[in-house]
């Protein structure tokens, strides 16, 4: 299957996108002309900010007490997005004020709120489908992307980004890409809850850390992941095309 992609790619096609590093790879991967890929990243809108009224409501409305620390994970609930050490993690912090909010449904949610029960953590607050994922970024403290067999750039993390949040990410995939450890996140080993546990423990307890990362996190974003600079790259690879087919 991978083969008869790239004979496709490279008959029919004259330039692709590629959305990270780790996609390239992925094409490279199906025997696809690396000439004929293009790497750029995806960008996105910043995510609406709301006021203290509003946030309050939501946590309140989460049963998120105050000065609770917010980590959320922002994800189709499959298996390969994580939840499972993240149920991990959450059980090694339970002497901590922390609260896990996993946002999103999908077809593993049922196993995966089965384990929250069977370990009765009442630190996680399952949402389900959240239309409005503003709600979400703008309570939370740090976001956690622990995702070990799909994630070429994730919508979320750069969502998150937008509002200075910083990243507890998985070594997998683009994350490592768009998660500089130590900068604007720290980027753990995938599959190691206990790894993803002592990257927030750490954040938890370090204010000045978590404050330079978010400062990083927007920065990060407003330099590389913008809507605007993804519709600009896009232009660009289009305009070269364009040129080309010409020629001289």
Same mark, same amino acid.
């Given at each position: 299957?991978?083969q008869? +992609?790239?004979?496709?790619?490279?008959?029919?096609?004259?330039? !692709? !996108?590629a959305?990270?590093?780790?996609?390239?790879?992925?094409?490279?991967?199906?025997?696809?002309?690396?000439?004929?890929?293009?790497?750029?990243?995806? &960008?996105?809108?910043?995510?609406? +900010?709301?006021?203290? @009224?509003?946030? @309050?409501? !939501?946590?309140?409305?989460?049963?998120?007490?105050?000065?609770?620390?917010?980590?959320?994970?922002?994800?189709?609930?499959?298996?390969?997005?994580?939840? *499972?050490?993240?149920?991990?993690?959450?059980? %090694? %912090?339970?002497?901590?004020?922390?609260?896990?909010? !996993?946002?999103?449904?999908?077809?593993?949610?049922?196993?995966?709120?089965?384990?929250?029960?069977?370990?009765?953590?009442? @630190?996680?607050?399952?949402?389900?489908?959240?239309?409005?994922?503003?709600?979400?970024?703008n309570?939370?403290?740090?976001?956690?992307?622990?995702?070990?067999?799909?994630?070429?750039?994730s919508?979320? +993390?750069?969502? $998150? *980004?937008?509002? $200075?949040?910083?990243?507890?990410?998985?070594?997998? $995939? $683009?994350?490592?890409?768009?998660i500089?450890?130590?900068?604007? &996140?720290?980027?753990?080993?995938?599959?190691?809850?206990?790894?993803?546990?002592?990257?927030i423990? *750490?954040?938890?307890?370090?204010?000045?850390?978590?404050?330079?990362?978010?400062?990083?996190?927007?920065?990060?974003?407003?330099?590389?992941?913008?809507?605007?600079?993804?519709?600009?790259?896009?232009?660009?690879?289009?305009?070269?095309?364009?040129?080309?087919?010409?020629?001289?």
């Amino acid at each position: 299957m991978k083969q008869a +992609l790239g004979f496709l790619n490279n008959r029919l096609s004259d330039i !692709i !996108i590629a959305i990270s590093p780790a996609a390239c790879d992925n094409l490279t991967d199906t025997g696809t002309d690396p000439q004929k890929i293009v790497t750029m990243f995806n &960008g996105v809108e910043p995510v609406r +900010l709301i006021d203290d @009224n509003e946030r @309050n409501a !939501i946590r309140t409305l989460l049963g998120i007490e105050d000065g609770q620390f917010v980590c959320a994970i922002i994800a189709r609930l499959v298996p390969e997005k994580g939840h *499972m050490y993240v149920l991990e993690a959450a059980d %090694l %912090l339970r002497d901590l004020p922390i609260r896990f909010v !996993i946002a999103g449904a999908g077809p593993f949610e049922s196993e995966v709120r089965a384990a929250a029960a069977a370990r009765n953590l009442s @630190n996680c607050i399952f949402t389900g489908f959240i239309k409005d994922i503003a709600t979400i970024v703008n309570i939370m403290d740090v976001q956690v992307n622990a995702s070990y067999g799909t994630e070429a750039s994730s919508l979320s +993390l750069l969502e $998150g *980004m937008s509002l $200075g949040k910083p990243t507890v990410a998985s070594d997998f $995939g $683009g994350n490592p890409h768009h998660i500089t450890d130590g900068d604007n &996140g720290l980027v753990v080993r995938q599959h190691d809850g206990k790894a993803i546990a002592d990257a927030i423990r *750490m954040l938890h307890g370090d204010p000045e850390l978590l404050a330079h990362m978010g400062e990083s996190s927007l920065k990060t974003y407003n330099a590389r992941f913008t809507a605007a600079i993804m519709a600009a790259n896009i232009e660009s690879v289009y305009r070269d095309a364009i040129v080309q087919l010409r020629g001289p």
